[in-house]
């Protein structure tokens, strides 16, 4: 089988960056508004403390 040497593994193809499977959630850069009030209302908290 001389075709054999040319062909790669299936570890290989698996690896390679264009093969893998989306990570769900790993892209989001959305927030709820609800999310950036608690941030920035311990972000003034944290503040108001440092004074």
Not at 24 to 30: H, L
Not at 39 to 47: D, L, M
Request: glycine share 2%.
């Amino acid at each position: 089988m001389a075709n054999q040497r040319n062909q790669v593994s299936k570890a290989d193809v698996q690896s390679t960056e264009l093969n893998k499977l989306p990570v769900e959630g790993e892209n989001d850069t959305e927030f709820s508004a609800e999310e950036a009030a608690e941030v920035f209302s311990e972000n003034q908290n944290a503040n108001n403390n440092q004074q």
